[in-house]
């Protein structure tokens, strides 16, 4: 079983930062990918972006260039900047932890989930 935790989640204005981390623990396995995933109110959650134990990652073209994800594997440690915040950003921000083969940015790749961290973006 692996266990995972959000953290950095708040409020804050449009144009402003934020940095969620997600630490692992329990089970943990390699190769893996760690990724992030969000959820808006009545909306279905979406990719965000991900990254495997090489440090290659991927993103959702709608964060692109404002969304930096990285890990620290030492820490089993996934964490997210996020740059230039939008009221669109505003969402529950998701970690989950997958051992497919690849940098998989579906749901059902992943296995474990955290309980998630809200953004919220003010004007």
């Known amino acids: 079983q692996v266990q995972l935790v959000e953290s950095g989640g708040g409020l804050v204005q449009a144009g402003g930062s934020l940095r969620l981390s997600c630490a692992a623990s329990g089970r943990t396995f390699s190769p893996i990918v760690m990724g992030w995933f969000r959820q808006a109110p009545g909306k279905e959650r979406e990719f965000v972006a991900a990254?495997?134990?090489?440090?290659?990652?991927t993103y959702a073209d709608s964060v692109k260039g404002r969304f930096t994800i990285s890990r620290d594997n030492a820490k089993n440690t996934v964490y997210l900047q996020i740059d230039s915040l939008k009221l669109e950003d505003t969402a529950a921000y998701y970690c989950?932890?997958?051992?497919?083969?690849?940098?998989?940015?579906?749901?059902?790749?992943?296995?474990?989930w955290g309980q998630g961290t809200q953004v919220t973006v003010s004007s």
């Open positions: 990254i495997n134990w090489l440090r290659s990652s």
């Open positions: 989950a932890v997958s051992s497919t083969a690849g940098i998989p940015t579906t749901q059902h790749s992943y296995a474990y």
